[in-house]
């Protein structure tokens, strides 16, 4: 019985040509589906073309059927681009970013996140992102959770109903040296059908710190992400589980610092941590 013939340099690289081809086709077929898509949305009432939920989703699922000698980070990587390309292609749009810590980290999660054909416009400080994002319907804005000292508590700048508010926190699948690991705050306009409510984020403001503070935010399972102290008192950035409401939060807080001012200021999906040795995802 003879043995069939080895695979030749050759052979693979014809089939590599072949997927290389089947990819592309697919991938001028889902942009076929975009001018379908912004007439199902027009025949609907129109709507943001961001959707934080689906989009976590989406890189849910990515992470946990991922498999193989293929890095996350690339596979990641490459389907964010899609993303957010096919996004700006529905409607075009423009992300600000702070780089007023130095742009190297930022641009690094801009282009992971985003690819190069959204636009990107370097903005120095968190307000200035915020400002820019407020005057121009449909774009994006980068925040560095961890801003500086000298920003101040910029996130008061969301407080305000119709000013932009938090729709994600980047990178989703959180893991071990990631190519673009800094966290960062994605912001937009409000959109109440797009929202991500899995973890929801509050500006609080008290008249000073209080041992008892982190204490209750723990107890609801929260975590304070920045807190600064100005003029009016204590200001705190805080994340808590989506099912835990803001009256709670109020409450909670006010049994131990008494009067509380607590403003919600957009909200994201939870994210995933990944480590390559142990493939399960677990929720954090």
């Known amino acids: 019985m003879t043995s069939p013939p080895a ?13 290389d081809a089947a990819m592309h086709e697919l991938l001028i077929e889902r942009g076929t589906i975009i001018d379908r898509l912004i007439t199902a949305k027009a025949r609907a009432g129109g709507g943001s073309a961001f959707r934080p939920e689906r989009e976590a989703a989406m890189m849910r ?31 075009a749009y423009s992300a600000h970013a702070d780089v007023s810590g130095g742009d190297a980290s930022m641009r690094d999660s801009a282009r992971f996140h985003f690819g190069f054909t959204v636009p990107l416009v370097p903005c120095q400080g968190a307000a200035a992102v915020i400002d820019a994002v407020a005057e121009a319907a449909g774009d994006l804005g980068l925040l560095r959770l961890d801003a500086g000292a000298g920003a101040g508590p910029w996130w008061r700048k969301l407080a305000p109903p119709a000013a932009p508010k938090i729709i994600a926190r980047l990178p989703f699948v959180e893991r071990p040296d990631h190519p673009a690991g800094m966290p960062v705050f994605v912001v937009a306009l409000p959109s109440a059908a797009s929202a991500a ?3 929801v984020v509050y500006a609080i403001s008290v008249d000073r710190w209080r041992a008892g503070l982190q204490r209750a935010i723990e107890a609801l399972g ?7 102290a100005d003029d009016l008192g204590l200001a705190l ?27 919600e200021v957009g909200s994201h999906a939870a994210r995933y941590g990944f480590t390559p040795a142990m493939p399960a995802l677990a929720a954090v």
């Open 7 to 19: 695979e030749t340099l050759s052979d693979l690289r014809v089939e590599i040509d072949r997927i």
């Open 197 to 199: 409510r899995e973890i």
């Open 61 to 91: 699922h990515l992470a946990e059927r991922h498999r193989g000698q293929l890095p996350l980070d690339t596979v990641e990587g490459i389907w964010r681009i899609i993303i957010s390309t096919f996004t700006y292609v529905q409607a």
């Open 237 to 263: 950035l805080v994340a808590v589980a989506g099912q835990v409401d803001g009256d709670t939060v109020r409450q909670a807080l006010a049994e131990v610092s008494g009067d509380v001012r607590l403003s």
């Open 222 to 228: 929260g975590e304070i992400l920045e807190q600064t």
